[in-house]
Structures are given as C-alpha cells and as structure tokens.
Nanobody
Framework: QVQLVESGGGLVQAGGSLRLSCTTSGRTFSRYGMGWFRQAPGKEREFVAA????????LYADSVKGRFIISKDNAKNTAYLQMNSLKPEDTAVYYCAVGHYYSAYSDSHKYDYWGQGTQVTVSS
C-alpha cells in the first residue's frame, strides 16, 4: 500500500517562506518522479512543480517560477517544496503525488498516488 504524508503547511505573512515535505512509503521512491499540486477554494487543482526520479529535471508553473524550489531525497523517501516570497494568491491546499514513470510531468493524470494535502495560508 502506497502512502504519502505531507507536512509543513501553515499560516505565514506575505513575503515569508515555508518548506513542505512529502514522505512516501510502499513504493520504491527513487524509481519515480514526484509532483506538487495545489487547490484554492472554488478553483480546480493546478500544477505547481515536478521533479524526475533522479532530480535532474524539474518543472514549474509560471506562477511560482523563481520563488519555489522542488527537490527530493531518495535516501529519505521524501520530496520537498521550498516556497519563498509567498503571496496571498499562493493560499491553497497543497498535495504531493507519485508519478507513473521516472520523469517530471505537469499533467495530473500521470500521477498514481496522492497525499491528503496540507493547508498553506498566506496573509497580506
């Protein structure tokens, strides 16, 4: 059984930083790419960032490029999302997901398993 557990969300002022973690179990973490998505109230889930299994390829949504950094530690079965210069429009529930394959994808349909989500709230 594959499980993903996100942590690190919370309330932060605009301009601040948070680091989200996603720890996985039940699947060989190092074989698959990982992704982060988010869903704000009343909006559809959207892509945030993705990383290939080796960490050599990363993708970012235009809205977070230059502010967020995705990484993964295969030894710890954990993926991270470092979020800097946060804006109120970053407020959402953030989800991590394990991909079908080894690469990085922005398409949510290419992810097999999802975490329960962690709330990030950015105040102005």
């Amino acid at each position: 059984q594959v499980q993903l557990v996100e942590s690190g969300g919370g309330l932060v002022q605009a301009g601040g930083s948070l680091r989200l973690s996603c720890t996985t179990s039940g699947r060989t973490f190092s074989r698959y790419g990982m992704g982060w998505f988010r869903q704000a109230p009343g909006k559809e889930r959207e892509f945030v960032a993705a990383i290939s299994r080796s960490g050599g390829t990363t993708l970012y949504a235009d809205s977070v490029k230059g502010r967020f950094i995705i990484s993964k530690d295969n030894a710890k079965n954990t993926a991270y999302l470092q979020m800097n210069s946060l804006k109120p429009e970053d407020t959402a529930v953030y989800y991590c997901a394990v991909g079908h394959y080894y690469s990085a994808y922005s398409d949510s349909h290419k992810y097999d398993y999802w975490g329960q989500g962690t709330q990030v709230t950015v105040s102005s």
